[in-house]
């Protein structure tokens, strides 16, 4: 069974709109989540965290948000641009464990269509 | 500086074949990962390396085996290919204390048919 879903497969943005992606998850252990991007035939690429003790956490266009009573967490993009086209993943850390064993949503691809 | 380096980026097994995918962090971090990402699928974890000197299975450990020759490099083997091993294969380093979870490597491309 799944522990952390993102439910839409892609999405399409025009330039200079707010991108909303979504990922939900199941196991009240996670304490730290993140957003990873990823452009064809590259690795992953750390994008934003946000650790379970807060809500919110923003960096320059990017925020993510974390609603612990209903274990979704959205990363927020404002504005889109072209270049934030990418396949993105959201993953979680279970506590105690180490940095980089993460659980990895099956992932969005977004699409910003100028 | 390079981060995390990985080779071969692409590779064709035959079945049964075997073969070691290399990975090397210039970070001085602690831990080391291997994920494979399957296609539609996310990236599932198949052995890591918290420190030097210690190896433990992930998600999906079963035909790989690891050696963490020092504290740079993490290595992959599959002592015999088989086709669902089909992948690409990421190598990723972490560092306690330090924001940003794991950084990745470029990917190996491996094909086994």
């Known amino acids: 069974d799944q522990q952390v879903k993102q439910n839409s497969p892609s999405l399409s943005v025009q330039e200079g709109r707010i991108s909303i992606l979504n990922c939900d998850y199941t196991n009240s252990m996670f304490d730290y989540f993140l957003w990873y991007k990823k452009y064809p035939a590259e690795g992953p690429t750390f994008l934003i965290s946000?650790?379970?003790?807060?809500d919110k956490n923003e960096d320059g266009r990017f925020t993510v948000f974390l609603n612990k009573s209903a274990k979704h967490l959205s990363l927020h993009i404002v504005p889109s641009q072209p270049g934030d086209s990418a396949v993105y993943f959201c993953a979680a850390k279970d506590y105690g464990g180490s940095q980089g064993n993460l659980i990895f949503g099956k992932g969005t691809k977004l699409s910003v269509k100028p | 500086n390079a981060g995390v380096t990985q080779t071969p980026k692409f590779q064709v097994l035959k079945t049964g074949q075997s073969m070691t995918l290399q990975c090397a962090q210039d970070?001085?971090?602690?831990?080391m990962y291997w994920y494979r990402q399957d296609p539609g699928m996310g990236l599932r974890l198949i052995y890591y390396s918290a420190s030097e000197g210690t190896t433990d299975k992930g998600e999906v450990p079963n035909g790989y085996n690891v050696s963490r020759l020092n504290k740079r490099e993490f290595s992959l083997r599959l002592e015999s290919a088989a086709p669902s091993q089909t992948s690409v294969y990421f190598c990723a380093s972490s560092s306690l204390g330090r924001p940003g979870g794991a950084f990745f490597g470029q990917g190996t491309r491996l094909t086994v048919v």
């Open positions: 970070m001085n971090h602690n831990s």
């Open positions: 946000i650790s379970s003790i807060k």
